[in-house]
């Protein structure tokens, strides 16, 4: 047998470094104030809960930094910067590039909308046995419905006035506000519901809000009292009846603001990351890119949470049709083919969030595939589940690119997918752009907890998906196959 011929050992140990992109500290290579400071602005901008809200202080931070109503813009030229309010719901940004739109954008997709309870159209019942009034909800997206029972939550909304005057609706935020609240059993009495699988612990119907106890004053022979009472408060304070109900939209979320989590105060508690987080990231992003050579464009959008239907949801015209406006107002015209070549050659980033490595549950996780909080912004090439399924699985050459361009700029970045093989799965927006022929990974923040009221991020990995948007938005890749 012939010795083999002896290595050394000191030049083969680079080939391993690009295991190191992921648990690395991304603490140890961002510069921690800034991250701090972008964290705060994060903060305050969480305030806003739900789409609605957010699409709101977007259009009014967009006016303030000069962009205009696409609708209200003529011919566009380079670094001209238009957006479109998705009917208040979502919202489109567009930075107009060196190069006009027919080489490709570059887009960003993120989300608006976040789970919660929607109350129904009919909400308002007062159970009078128990002496109380109620609301009864729908929950909206993917919940673990024990969860909302027994923390104060805020309603927000819309709801028009009998005379069908709109009226904005904000309860439960300001501290001297009324919190409502679903109630759970007392574990006394419960040791039927403990035996009960998770899932049935508290069902759908049971995820009713105690908005009332007291009886209205005088008007002796009326019914249901403490209704009557609620009516007439609501009546007095904006001007609705019972009927307003019905065409109003209303979601409870968890009432109070973002809190720093950690004696460190390295990490953020809040509701609504998911995927506030990443739409923050990105349009900060888009706002802070420095003379683009591509078109960018910073897309949020509403439903996914739901499947992204709807006229609202990223799978709606409307989305393209801010983009076609936008090919038709930087070329003069229209051209079918030439927009849907100029889509081929656009590149994305599906941003949101992705599940952090949780070292309570462990056993849901592979450690080496997973996001760990606190390691950066994190890639997912697929999502899907069982085999891939449904999955839009990025292409290496596009990935590659992105990795290089991330490596360029110093973002930490670390390449992911949700938890082990078979465990269960997610999507995101990824797949509606990857099918119009566009470049699409999937790229956001770690969270733990998702998707519950409270849900927990690092406010480094923060700042390195803004940075990751950054330099996105200012990138020039063209992926050759
Ligand atoms: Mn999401
Ligand atoms: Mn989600």
């Known amino acids: 047998m012939m010795e083999t011929e002896k290595t050394n050992g000191n030049e083969l140990k680079d080939l391993q470094k690009e295991l190191s992109y992921k648990k690395t500290s991304a603490w140890e290579s961002l510069d921690k104030q800034a991250a701090f400071g972008f964290a705060q602005e994060y903060k305050e901008f969480l305030l806003n809960k739900t789409e609605r809200e957010f699409a709101k202080a977007t259009v009014d931070m967009l006016k303030s930094c000069g962009f205009i109503d696409i609708d209200d813009a003529g011919e566009l030229k380079p670094n001209d910067k238009v957006y479109k309010s998705i009917r208040g719901k979502g919202v489109t940004i567009a930075i107009i590039g060196q190069s006009g739109g027919m080489d490709g954008y570059n887009i960003t997709a993120a989300h608006l909308d976040s789970p919660r309870l929607d109350l129904k159209q009919i909400p308002l019942y007062e159970d009078e046995g128990a002496a109380l009034a109620l609301f009864k909800t729908h929950y909206y997206g993917g919940i673990k419905k024990y969860q909302w029972a027994t923390i104060p939550l805020a309603l927000h909304g819309v709801i028009y006035t009998k005379d069908s005057q709109k009226v904005e609706v904000c309860i439960g935020e300001d501290e001297n506000d009324p919190v409502f609240v679903v109630s759970d059993l007392l574990v006394h009495l419960a040791s039927e519901q403990m035996g009960l699988k998770a899932s049935e612990v508290i069902t759908g119907e049971q995820l009713n809000i105690a908005i009332g106890n007291m009886p209205i004053e005088g008007d002796g022979d009326v019914s249901q009292k403490i209704k009557l009472n609620i009516l007439k408060i609501l009546n007095e304070k904006y001007g609705i009846d019972e009927d307003s109900f019905i065409t109003a939209e209303i979601e409870a979320v968890p009432a109070g603001k973002p809190r720093d989590v950690g004696f460190d105060s390295s990490m953020i508690a809040a509701y609504g990351h998911d995927d506030r987080v990443c739409s923050f990231a990105a349009l900060k992003g888009i706002l802070s890119a420095t003379d683009p050579k591509r078109t960018c464009i910073c897309i949020l959008a509403d439903k996914e949470e739901i499947g992204s239907l709807g006229a609202t949801g990223l799978q709606s015209r409307l989305y393209e049709n801010f983009i076609a406006s936008l090919f038709a107002k930087c070329n003069g015209s229209y051209d079918e083919l ?81 938890g082990k093989v078979d465990q269960g799965g997610g999507g995101t927006v990824a797949f509606i752009l990857a099918q119009k022929g566009s470049n699409t990974v999937d790229y956001g923040v770690p969270v733990l907890s998702m998707h519950a009221p409270m849900e927990v991020i690092s406010k480094v990995d923060l700042y390195s998906a803004y940075q990751g948007a950054k330099a996105f938005y200012e990138s020039d890749i063209v992926i050759k196959h």
Do not use: C, H, W
């Not at 030439?338 to 590149?347: C, D, G, I, M, Y």
């Not at 549950?361 to 890639?379: L, Q």
């Not at 589940?385 to 699985?393: E, F, I, T, V, Y």
């Not at 490596?407 to 930490?412: A, D, Q, R, S, W």
């Open 338 to 418: 030439a927009f849907r070549r100029s889509l081929e050659l656009t590149n994305v980033l599906s941003m949101d969030v992705d599940a952090a490595y949780d070292p309570t549950f462990s056993s849901a996780f592979e450690i080496k595939n997973s996001a760990v909080i606190g390691s950066g912004s994190a890639m997912t090439k697929f999502t899907g589940a069982r085999g891939k399924s449904s999955s839009n699985d990025a292409d290496a050459e596009y990935i590659r690119a992105l990795f290089d361009l991330f490596k360029k700029n110093g973002v930490p970045v670390q390449m992911t997918e949700l």
